[in-house]
């Protein structure tokens, strides 16, 4: 029921700073928990941050928690992850996902994904 495509990747410097941004078409996009995972070369996709409908409940990842903020605009259909102090251990495939459930923030429990954002921090 919704159709996600991320965009904001790519190539910086320990320390720096990046936006991610997940674009939405669907007309029930206010109604899904959106999260953001990602995926390093030769390791399992892992949970980074999600976000409920309303924007009032976050989730976060230890490895991340105090460096990402996720957010939402549900007029706009989009969703953010704004990523900040990047260390070289952040360089992976960025993913945005929609799940029904409210509580969601496994990576079984995301319904839709988008293709994915190559970010690449240089130490």
């Known amino acids: 029921q919704v159709q996600l495509a991320e965009s904001g990747g790519g190539l910086v410097q320990a320390g720096g700073s990046l936006r991610l941004s997940c674009a939405a078409s669907?007309?029930?996009?206010?109604?899904?928990?959106i999260g953001w995972f990602r995926q390093a070369p030769g390791k399992e996709r892992e949970f980074v941050a999600t976000?409920?409908?309303?924007?009032?409940?976050?989730l976060y990842a230890d490895s991340v928690k105090g460096r990402f903020t996720i957010s939402r605009d549900n007029a706009k259909n989009m969703a953010y992850l704004q990523m900040n102090t990047l260390k070289a251990e952040d360089t992976a495939v960025y993913y945005c996902?929609?799940?029904?459930?409210?509580?969601?923030?496994?990576?079984?429990?995301?319904?839709?994904w988008g293709q994915g954002t190559q970010v690449t921090v240089s130490s």
């Open positions: 976000i409920r409908w309303n924007g009032g409940s976050t």
């Open positions: 669907g007309r029930t996009f206010s109604t899904y928990t």
């Open positions: 996902a929609a799940s029904f459930n409210v509580r969601a923030s496994s990576t079984w429990e995301f319904n839709y």
